[in-house]
């Protein structure tokens, strides 16, 4: 409570949006009620608002226009860094930043792999939103390509490999870690399956050696395997 009452005031945002598990927490860091939106379910009192109440009716939402920035170097989001050396701090990203972000993805030689053919991408997502990555490599990327993100909570090694057969998932972007505690389990029990049924699989950073991956450093943003 202490952390998120500080990002509270840090950014002031208008609105927060929270499941309602975490409704205990919001009141410990004094969130006012009128600010909050609910994502599973409608509360009906306290000015708290539900996602569903937001929705426009399908019609309505296929006619909006996208909305355009008068200015590119507007801030788009606040994401709360880490905290490692203090309380977080608020770190600005812009419209323009988000642009250059996805086209440094694009751009990367075979983080879309040609065999794909076109094929609808289908990407599979376990990393927070409130980071840059999860926010702008999975769910801008998916977005702007239109394509399909399955989240999966909460993450463990066989729920991944079970999610990426089960979807078809041809794009993994995610760390490291995760693949590295994929493969060992998986394999220690002599299983077939594998995240490496995924098209493309990249992470955020060098991965070590092994059956995810090749014996080579590769870009952050390029595929690995």
Avoid: W
Avoid at 7 to 23: D, E, F, M, Q
Avoid at 37 to 55: H, P, Q, W
Avoid at 164 to 180: D, E, K, R, S
């Amino acid at each position: 409570p202490k952390e998120l009452k500080h990002v509270y005031k840090l950014v002031r945002p208008k609105k927060v949006i929270v499941h309602s598990t975490h409704l205990n927490r919001a009141a410990r860091a004094n969130l006012q009620t009128f600010n909050v939106i609910l994502t599973n379910t409608k509360l009906g009192r306290g000015g708290v608002l539900s996602i569903d109440e937001l929705l426009a009716p399908e019609a309505e939402a296929r006619a909006a226009k996208p909305y355009v920035p008068e200015d590119l170097n507007t801030t788009a989001y606040l994401p709360a860094s880490s905290g490692t050396t203090g309380l977080p701090k608020a770190v600005q990203i812009s419209h323009r930043n988000l642009v250059a972000m996805l086209a440094m993805n694009f751009n990367t030689p075979g983080f879309i792999p040609e065999s794909l053919g076109g094929e609808q991408l289908r990407m599979l997502s376990f990393l927070p939103f409130f980071h840059a990555y999860g926010l702008v490599g999975q769910l801008h990327l998916i977005l702007r390509q239109r394509g399909q993100l399955f989240i999966l909570r909460p993450f463990t090694p066989q729920s991944l490999c079970a999610a990426v057969q089960q979807h078809g998932i041809n794009l993994l972007n995610c760390v490291p870690p995760a693949l590295t505690n994929t493969e060992r389990p998986v394999r220690s029990r002599g299983r077939s399956t594998s995240a490496s049924a995924a098209v493309t699989i990249s992470s955020g950073s060098d991965m070590r050696p092994g059956p995810l991956s090749p014996p080579v450093s590769a870009p952050s943003a390029g595929p690995t395997t």
